[in-house]
């Protein structure tokens, strides 16, 4: 007897190797992503070193919902969802600040900050209430690895650790550029408004095959090795850690060039406080391996992308509309280089940066495309015929191959098809 | 009448100044408008706020000289894709103030009004300036130009025309 397998909703939209423009446009999928991955995956929703006292709370989102990143009364860092559980106004509108509580402005419900209701106005009115079922909603679960902090609005699921998986090297070796082992995230962020869907930015992040078009204007005129990076003869590699994070692992590049800070554009003569503090931190040749290798480029799914020397979060608002989320990263006890860091950020990034505005651009344009009917697939064959698998079993292919859109494309049909 | 005498009015070249710099901009006159920056100048477009400390915090553009002239270099590659076509730009630049004036300096205020079309579609930008000029051989440099975009602590869409 033959039982016929149903092909499910998300198998006629997205095949090994093509993915359907429905995808990127139709507001029901996005609804349906917003169920099944905003709201119950593992997102990123901010830095420790956003909050670093206690009462400290600063804005954040999980997709298009807001949240409050607070450090509470006890120093515990907690996410609060911003709605009050009587008529569900915000209970705070400034963006970041020092409080031990909120006090909702409609009727003077107040909540301390670790979510409890320690007050509302006129109690005689509310006899026999029990004040503890109607706190601050909380995200149900939260992890922090290194200071990054992540939420699942999910109640059961995979650990953190299981979510990041291989990724969780990038975040380690990030920090380990850091002379004290951390990052802090303390300049603030730019953000960026892009009429288009959340997609396109999340595949762009690890797609070493547009770099030498989309920034021709800046690589030609500004002394940039970046571009060498990306081009037909780079040996760096594209890879897919699964559970749809991504690399572009430029090490292998690095590495020929055996140069300290070569990554960064610039030489340990340059840097002195900065090799010092490295050296002193983890000795001469280690020190000097961290140097030649440099951060990662990896974009953990879905909101999370660590630039080099950036790191962005993508938020969701609609189908068609997503805010990009970017400041310069800053090493703890390295101000020499953050400040270099700065300086690079703000050239490159954000709505008037050199690069970003440019790959926001293309965001744009791919989403008007898909105006366009005919075809309606998108191609994501390249390098298909030349992935292969590391020492560590994770797929790899050339830096200018859609690898890792693949990758991302699997896992999100996994998470689309999950009961 | 001290408190209407004591308001000086803005001498009349630098109002032409601030026209002529916003015509250079609005009709992508890249070269003509990178001569009237002086070699010490900053331009400055803050984020998240009115008056944050540019080298702690991020801003939209923080350019010093060289910076200044790398954005137009970029911008007249041709291959600048958020500006390949260009924006169409008109904008009013009104109440222009007199801050301060000290020797050969000069620091003026001024509101512009900013309408940009592209492939977009249609964008209307607020800014409230702070230009820094000075006097040189006759003619009027800028030294330094800070423009607080009135919704900077919100996201915005690309800024890649000459705010």
């Known amino acids: 007897m033959n039982v016929e ?9 997205i095949e090994p190797g093509r993915v359907h423009g429905a995808l990127y446009s ?23 070193s956003e909050v670093p006292n206690r009462n400290d709370y600063v804005t954040k989102s999980i997709g298009p919902m807001p949240v409050l990143m607070v450090r509470d009364r006890e120093g515990e860092i907690r996410l609060l969802l911003n709605r009050c559980p009587h008529r569900g106004n915000a209970v705070c509108v400034i963006e970041k600040g020092n409080r031990s509580s909120f006090t909702c402005p409609y009727h003077s419900w107040t909540f301390a900050n670790d979510g409890r209701l320690i007050g509302y106005a006129f109690p005689d009115g509310y006899q026999g209430v029990e004040r503890s079922d109607l706190g601050l909603a909380q995200v149900p679960r939260i992890a922090i690895h290194k200071g990054f902090v992540f939420g699942s609005m999910a109640e059961d699921g995979p650990s953190l650790e299981e979510h990041l998986g291989g990724a969780i090297r990038a975040i380690d070796q990030l920090c380990e550029n850091s002379p004290e082992g951390e990052i802090e995230l303390t300049a603030g962020f730019l953000r960026h408004r892009t009429k288009a869907n959340w997609k396109f930015i999340l595949e762009n992040e690890c797609d070493g095959y547009h770099p030498g078009f989309v920034h021709a204007s800046i690589f030609s005129v500004a002394d940039s090795k970046i571009g060498e990076l990306y081009g037909a003869s780079s040996i760096a590699v594209t890879r897919d850690f699964g559970n749809g ?14 140069e300290p800070l070569s990554w960064f554009g610039t030489t340990p003569a340059r840097l002195p406080g900065y090799v010092a503090a490295m050296e002193a931190a983890y000795g001469r040749e280690k020190a000097r391996q961290i140097m030649i290798d440099g951060t990662p480029h990896t974009m953990i799914f879905p909101n999370l992308f660590i630039a080099e020397i950036q790191l962005f979060v993508i938020q969701p608002v609609a189908v068609d509309e997503t805010i990009q989320h970017v400041t310069a990263l800053q090493f703890k006890g390295a101000p020499d280089f953050n400040r270099r860091m700065r300086q690079q950020t703000m050239g490159s990034v954000g709505p008037a940066g050199f690069l970003l505005a440019d790959d926001t651009e293309m965001y744009e344009r791919n989403q008007r495309g898909l105006l366009t009917r005919n075809p309606e697939w998108l191609f994501l064959e390249r390098g298909m015929h030349r992935e292969r698998d590391d020492e560590d079993g994770y797929r790899i292919a050339h830096s200018t191959d859609d690898l890792p859109s693949r990758g991302i494309w699997r896992h999100y049909k996994t998470l689309m098809e999950a009961a | 009448m001290s408190a209407k005498t004591s308001i000086k009015s803005v001498p009349e070249d630098v109002v032409q100044f601030l026209y002529r710099e916003a015509r250079l901009q609005d009709t992508h006159a890249y070269d003509e408008w990178e001569a009237l920056w002086e070699d010490d100048a900053i331009y400055w477009v803050p984020a998240n706020g009115t008056d944050p400390d540019p080298e702690t915090q991020m801003s939209f553009i923080y350019d010093n000289r060289s910076r200044i002239s790398l954005r137009v270099k970029q911008l007249k590659t041709g291959k600048r894709h958020s500006q390949t076509p260009p ?7 009104s109440n222009i103030e007199l801050l301060d004036e000290a020797g050969d300096e000069i620091r003026v205020a001024a509101n512009t009004m900013i309408f940009e079309c592209n492939m977009r579609g249609e964008t209307v930008w607020a800014t409230r300036n702070e230009y820094s000029l000075r006097r040189v051989d006759g003619t009027l440099k800028m030294i330094r130009k800070k423009v607080v975009l009135v919704n900077n602590d919100k996201p915005i869409y690309t800024l890649s025309f000459l705010v």
């Open chain 1, 5 to 13: 397998t149903p092909i499910s909703q998300w198998s006629r939209l």
């Open chain 1, 26 to 48: 139709d507001p029901a999928i996005f609804q349906a992503e917003l169920e099944k991955i905003w709201f119950r995956t593992w997102v990123y929703v901010g830095h420790v």
């Open chain 1, 245 to 258: 994070h991504t690399e572009v692992d430029l090490r292998p590049e690095f590495r020929r060039r055996g």
């Open chain 2, 87 to 93: 924006s169409q730009l008109a904008r009013i630049v």
